[in-house]
């Protein structure tokens, strides 16, 4: 592959607030981007192949073959057999994993520095060389059956599941990541393949490395690895609609019940992201928060309590998850509803903030311990956003964050009456 444009280079101020390494960023001729955060006092590297694909660009009658294929190319490559996937890595001390959520697909390992072609010999393979063998496609099928009953057996899985169908309505994102029972079983060699040329192309894939990592050696490594990717424009993503509010009961022969509230809300490219957080954090993320304090410390009425806050590049789900026993999942519900209509009408104090602020900003520094951290971190930011932002700049970004903001982004985003509900209740 030949480069596009010189590699340039953004090294961050060394601080107590940033103590990051120095990023680097290449992208070749093809499309394909490469992002680095060198840390030389490390000895092993951290490495992902990053590829814009997930269950949000899938059909419904595709449901599930993004996960599908994530699992698949582990079953054998054109020159690999599975167990010779599995030993590459671990018998030099590496390891060798992978995900997919709604929005991405990740291959990642990790593996000492001087071991670095190993992985991305291996991750090239998996991604570029696919072997999609009928026969495991077969047994495959079975694995993710089983996976999707024992889903069903977690109401927390479960009822995300159902809210954001009732939040996304007939876009994509209202599909489970794992699909459907008869999605899968249609599966075949030739959509696998048909998918993956689709979209495991050059342009919507970064590759990402962080901890002893020589950028232009990686650069090297991949340039020859990754030279039979395909080109390709990158399918459009349609907007999710806004969808009214609904409320949806499901009962199951469970013993505990289990309640999710929530809305829709800006997205990670949003100049709201940070406050959002921040509410977020304040309203029920640790056992400090308003949630965790009133409805489980202070009145003991679910074991279980907590909001989040999921972002994609264009919309996101603000929400509040809540697991009781039958008996106080009224009440549960009502002082959930209570708080969110507080902190709509008053927003949250300035010493509220502050903690929140500082809890994202402590977590945000933690989290750099971890060699997989930095790595996700970079190759989300470059895959989704364009650009990899500095420890300094989320910093600065969090502290900015005003009382008057997040008192407009409650009043926005906090009325738990335009929230869509789903409660799943012992039969």
């Not at 026969?135 to 809210?163: T, Y």
Request: proline letters at 3%.
């Amino acid at each position: 592959m030949k480069l596009r444009n010189r590699t340039t280079t953004q090294r961050e101020r060394m601080s107590q607030s940033d103590i990051t390494g120095s990023y680097r960023k290449t992208a070749l001729e093809s499309g394909l981007r490469i992002v680095t955060e060198s840390i030389p006092s490390l000895r092993s590297v951290s490495i992902g192949v990053w590829i814009n694909v997930g269950s949000r660009d899938e059909s419904a009658e595709e449901s599930g073959i993004s996960h599908f294929v994530e699992h698949a190319v582990f079953k054998g490559t054109a020159s690999r057999k599975t167990h010779h996937i599995a030993q590459y890595l671990e018998t030099v001390g590496g390891y060798l994993n992978a995900f997919t959520t709604k929005d991405a697909t990740c291959y990642y390992a990790r593996i000492l520095e001087r071991h670095i072609q190993r992985a991305v010999n291996i991750l090239a393979d998996l991604v570029v060389h696919p072997a999609f063998r009928e026969k495991e496609i077969g047994k495959e099928k079975n694995v993710i059956l089983d996976e999707m009953r024992g889903i069903e057996d977690d109401q927390e899985d479960v009822i995300n599941d159902h809210l954001d169908g009732l939040l996304f309505g007939k876009n994509p994102l209202s599909q489970p990541v794992i699909g459907t029972k008869q999605a899968i079983e249609d599966i075949t060699q030739r959509s696998l393949f048909e998918f993956t040329r689709q979209h495991y192309t050059s342009d919507r894939i970064v590759i990402a490395a962080a901890g002893a990592v020589d950028h232009d050696e990686l650069v090297r490594l991949v340039s020859a690895a990754f030279e039979g990717i395909p080109s390709g424009d990158a399918p459009k993503r349609r907007k999710p609609r806004t969808q009214k509010p609904k409320q949806v009961v499901l009962r199951k022969p469970i013993q505990q019940s289990h309640i999710m509230m929530g809305t829709t809300v800006p997205g990670t490219r949003s100049s709201a992201s940070s406050a959002l957080h921040v509410i977020n954090t304040a309203l029920g993320e640790g056992m400090s928060s308003r949630l965790f304090q009133r409805v489980r410390e202070r009145f003991g009425y679910a074991y279980n309590v907590y909001s989040y806050l999921t972002q994609f590049e264009d919309t996101g789900v603000f929400g509040v998850y809540a697991g009781s026993e039958n008996g106080s999942m009224d009440r549960a519900h009502g002082l959930i509803r209570k708080e969110l209509e507080t902190i709509r009408a008053k927003g949250l104090s300035s010493r509220e903030i502050r903690r929140a602020k500082e809890q994202l900003i402590g977590g945000l520094i933690i989290g750099l311990e971890s060699m997989d951290s930095r790595m996700h971190r970079i190759g989300k930011d470059e895959l989704h956003i364009g650009e990899v932002a500095s420890i300094d700049s989320l910093i600065d970004r969090v502290s900015s964050v005003t009382v008057d903001e997040v008192r407009q982004l409650c009043a926005r985003f906090c009325d738990p009456a335009q929230y869509s509900e789903v409660r799943i209740l012992p039969a």
